[in-house]
């Protein structure tokens, strides 16, 4: 009787773990939304948590908060302008989202700043204005001057900065498909903001931004995210370049061909989000 030969197994992808090396709650998108939902500043002086995003032009700054707004308000949105094309920061000004909650004029607990991007040579933000960013000097709608940095004499200049105009959490956004290529000068950028944060006592954390582009198996399926070796590979890296500690360092994607959300998507993003209310909740409570 003929016997049809045995197949082999398929052998693991070069591109997988065997197991998962970070445990995260796929299918519990619930809980961490509600938490995030829930928050409130225990500190009565501050209406919001300050979220400062920085990085390398191009790296999903405004991308992330528009997948923020997403999935909290249900919709694929895009408040925050992106831009797929430009090698220069499409961002050129200093603007702070607030989180729709509900109802029209009301607001999460929480809000977002964007800035132009770090980019070589004498191009993009300057390192100064990021920290006079951090040290709530700069108002809202501030265009950044490449070439100079803001003054007091600025219209645009915060003479009297109080705790609502500060940076409570600075978060460092770099593209996965390019932590390897970034040159030596934007990443002394990125590290001397980094120890200005230091300076002020503002905690920091990072989010891996593009994961699917760079590594095919998350692309084919997003819970393969901590499994894949390449993945966690470049976060080693970007632990060692810019010293962020490995449990500060998120892999996301953010919403870019979708035009529904997505539980899977948006598990990763909360898994970011909560931790940004964390460490900025801890640093206002300790002022």
Wanted: glycine residues 6%.
């Amino acid at each position: 009787m003929f016997k049809w030969p045995k197949s082999e197994p398929n052998p693991p992808s070069p591109e997988i773990l065997i197991g998962e090396w970070r445990k995260i709650p796929w299918g519990q998108k619930e809980r961490d939304l509600q938490y995030v939902e829930d928050y409130q500043p225990h500190n009565d002086d501050l209406k919001q948590l300050r979220i400062l995003l920085y990085g390398p032009t191009g790296s999903g700054k405004s991308s992330f908060i528009n997948s923020v707004d997403s999935l909290l308000r249900g919709k694929i949105t895009g408040r925050a302008l992106a831009d797929a094309v430009s090698h220069e920061s499409f961002t050129t000004e200093y603007k702070t989202y607030k989180i729709q909650k509900g109802e029209p004029g009301t607001f999460h607990s929480f809000a977002f700043t964007d800035i132009m991007g770090l980019e070589k040579s004498d191009k993009g933000v300057g390192v100064e204005d990021i920290k006079q960013a951090m040290r709530g000097h700069i108002k809202d709608g501030y265009n950044f001057k490449p070439h100079s940095t803001i003054s007091e004499d600025d219209p645009s200049y915060n003479k009297t900065a109080a705790l609502n105009d500060k940076v409570h959490v600075l978060v460092c956004v770099i593209p996965a498909s390019t932590v390897n290529l970034l040159s030596a000068e934007t990443m002394k950028k990125m590290r001397d903001v980094r120890l200005g944060a230091r300076d002020m006592r503002i905690p920091q954390l990072a989010i891996l931004t593009k994961i699917d582009e760079a590594c095919p198996e998350v692309k084919r399926d997003i819970r393969n995210v901590y499994m894949s070796k390449s993945l966690k590979t470049k976060m080693e890296e970007l632990n060692v370049s810019l010293g962020i500690p490995l449990n500060c360092i998120f892999p996301v994607k953010n919403y870019h061909s979708e035009i529904y959300t997505d539980d899977d998507i948006d598990t990763l993003t909360l898994s970011a989000l909560r931790r940004m209310i964390d460490f900025g909740e801890d640093f206002v409570n300790n002022l």
